[in-house]
């Protein structure tokens, strides 16, 4: 089932939480991706220097200031891109990184576009999920709810009995920044293989 955009509102940290174990699918001419989210990271509009809109709103983090429930894409040292879930009020500029994601479904096309054979390789880190899933800049400001890019609850591949329990979440500080690196703002699922790094 998809998520309704009721799911994307409330705190961006609560909403980084509840992405875990949800599953992201993009559908593109050569085939459809789909991963299950078992690692992100939150990035706040206010008290938070290493969120893209921590100075205001900008050609590149436009998006970023959209309606809760859209795509945030954006381009790192000038070769990888990555994937953002944008949450709260359209004009706050607020979203959620997704960091890694478990395969779940077309593996030997996310294989090939990696170029590895190694599972755990292939979605375990922002830039390595976006090209896995053969996603691109196109999608930004794209909403979460359409036929080629769509965020779906955690029943549509798991019995209802096993989603029903609340999976197992561990918070930590953030990777690769420098500014407020200190915050408590990065979650994954406690047991996965396919986290960037615990």
Known sequence: MLLD?????GRTESVAKRLLGTY???????GRTVGRIVETEAYLFQGDPACHAHRGMTKRNRSMFGA??????????????CFNVVTGPEGVGEAVLIRALEPVEGLE???????TEK????????????????????LDGAALDSKRLCLLN????EPRIRSARRPKITTTTRIGIKKGAELPLRY???????????
């Open 24 to 30: 992201l699918v993009h559908r593109a001419p050569e």
């Open 68 to 81: 809760a429930g859209t795509s945030y894409i954006y381009l790192i040292y000038g070769m990888y891109y």
């Open 188 to 198: 994954y699922l406690s047991g996965s293989e396919f986290v960037s790094k615990k």
């Open 5 to 9: 955009k009721s799911f994307f509102k």
């Open 154 to 157: 955690r029943d549509a591949y």
């Open 119 to 138: 599972m755990k390789n292939l979605c375990s880190g922002p830039g390595k999920l976006v090209m896995a899933m053969g996603m691109d800049a196109g």
């Open 109 to 115: 096309l996310m294989k090939r576009r990696r170029g």
